[in-house]
């Protein structure tokens, strides 16, 4: 059949919207307008496949099909709900940190209603939303003072455009960082209209080297955590304290882009080495930035302390309304803020926190009650280690528990995407060529639902495979 007589042959777009399986109305609930535009967007895919050669004949219930799987795509939500079980618990593809009880509650709360967002309860007057986190932060943190933007790198760009904008800001080369999704510390100082000055070498930075540096064109020294990867061997690196003792004496601000966002000392516990912004503040920094998703616990956001008369400054920045976050942002902030004021508490009811922090022998114990509700499958649990993620604590890897799930006739890669087509979607890793759930990151509320949803979506009756060691 020719190209062209296939053309004619299509079905009207009239013809396919009052086909019996697409009916608009309560029953089906396809509003109308959708229903039109997907047909034309189907229709013309029809089009580019007939003219490409893909189609040789026109099949009506096919395009019917297609237009129907289009709608059911288009009304279906678009983010959903994960269960992670790579064992990452800072998985940037999924949504990085958990979110307190706490902090769903008084989201849940202030989302179903009006707030106080930019309201004076006490003076019955026009508020600032920067109050409502800044007195805790200052709380948690011993700065003058605090604000909050929608993530680090806006942090980041925020102070670099209000303090040094068209000036130079001077940084270690060995700090002259990437982070996710390739946005580098240099692109966004370029962004920002600050100038920037590199000195030192990729493995060692000394304070001569900052001091040689500045100049009357100097307007920041700028120090960057490097929190996603570690340098080690022949280094050096200036510290905190000695670049505040050279700001002061030149009368630069100082300000550290910690990153990670630390509250709760996990080095304590012997894990990893990463600072908290207690002690950045504290060795003399003048504005210090952080994340709020990371190792904090918290929600999507980059939060700004240091000394009260930069933090003033960049409160007026116009940047800071178009960057600023909202209401229900602030409200997870604010709770899940308000939990390290116990420290006991927070390692307890911050989810990232109780992950890292989480014994193996509970981890042993969870997986083992999983394995328990699927007695038909070859399920062998191992130890292994795992990764915190986020770009966090680059240097530790955490030992773990995982089950390793194996079918007869399914290989890794069909048992994972099994598993993770569907809803809640499950997400597990293939290491040498086995399909891993990782215990890290499934918590004890989540094994009924995991033994539940593996039951429906690989067969029950599946035969055993033969035990395969796992190294």
């Not at 042959?9 to 609930?29: R, S, Y």
């Not at 570690?230 to 009368?251: H, M, P, R």
Request: hydrophobic share 40%.
């Amino acid at each position: 059949m020719s190209i062209s007589v296939m053309l004619r042959d299509l079905p009207a777009t009239q013809v396919i919207i009052h086909h019996p399986e697409l009916k608009t109305g309560t029953d089906q609930k396809i509003p109308s307008a959708l229903l039109l535009q997907v047909t034309r967007e189907v229709l013309n895919i029809w089009r580019r496949r007939i003219r490409e050669g893909e189609v040789k004949e026109v099949d009506l219930d096919k395009i019917i099909k297609d237009v129907k799987a289009r709608i059911e795509h288009t009304l279906n939500f678009h983010l959903k709900e994960v269960i992670n079980g790579t064992g990452i618990i800072l998985h940037t593809n999924l949504g990085r940190a958990v979110l307190p009880d706490e902090a769903i509650d008084h989201m849940t709360k202030v989302a179903g209603g009006y707030c106080n967002l930019e309201y004076n309860i006490e003076l019955g007057s026009r508020g600032s939303r920067h109050d409502i986190v800044e007195n805790i932060i200052k709380t948690l943190t011993g700065a003058e003072a605090a604000m909050v933007v929608n993530n680090n790198a806006a942090a980041v760009f925020l102070i670099l455009r209000e303090i040094a904008k068209g000036r130079e800001v001077i940084v270690s080369r060995g700090e002259i960082i990437e982070i996710g999704g390739s946005f580098r510390v240099s692109e966004i100082m370029s962004e920002s209209g600050a100038i920037l000055r590199e000195v030192g070498t990729t493995n060692k930075t000394h304070k001569i080297d900052y001091e040689k540096a500045i100049g009357a064109q100097t307007a920041l020294l700028m120090k960057v955590h490097t929190s996603n990867f570690c340098v080690s061997g022949f280094t050096q690196a200036i510290s905190v304290e000695e670049l505040a003792g050279l700001g002061k004496q030149y009368d630069i601000p100082v300000y550290e882009d910690l990153g990670s966002g630390v509250l709760y000392d996990l080095r304590k516990h012997g894990i990893g080495r990463e600072p908290i912004i207690q002690e950045s503040i504290k060795d003399g920094a003048d504005i210090v930035s952080f994340s709020g998703d990371k190792l904090l616990g918290g929600p999507q956001a980059g939060i700004i302390v240091g000394k009260k008369k930069w933090i003033d400054r960049m409160k007026k920045n116009q940047l800071a309304r178009m960057l600023r976050v909202d209401k229900v942002t602030l409200a997870a902030l604010e709770a899940t803020l308000r939990l390290y004021l116990d420290p006991a508490k927070a390692k307890q009811s911050i989810p990232a926190l109780r992950s890292i922090l989480q014994p193996v022998e509970e981890l042993q114990e969870r997986a083992e009650r999983f394995r328990a509700l699927l007695p038909e499958y070859d399920i062998e649990l191992c130890q292994m280690d795992t990764e915190v993620g986020g770009g966090s604590l680059p240097d530790v890897t955490l030992p773990t528990v995982v089950a390793v799930l194996r079918h007869s006739h399914l290989p890794a890669h069909i048992l994972e995407k099994k598993l993770r087509i569907g809803s809640p979607s499950i997400i597990g890793r293939i290491s040498k060529d086995q399909f891993l759930l990782d215990f890290r990151t499934i918590e004890e509320k989540n094994i009924d639902r995991l033994a539940q949803h593996v039951k429906q979506r690989v067969p029950e009756n599946a035969p055993k495979l033969k035990e395969a060691a796992v190294e």
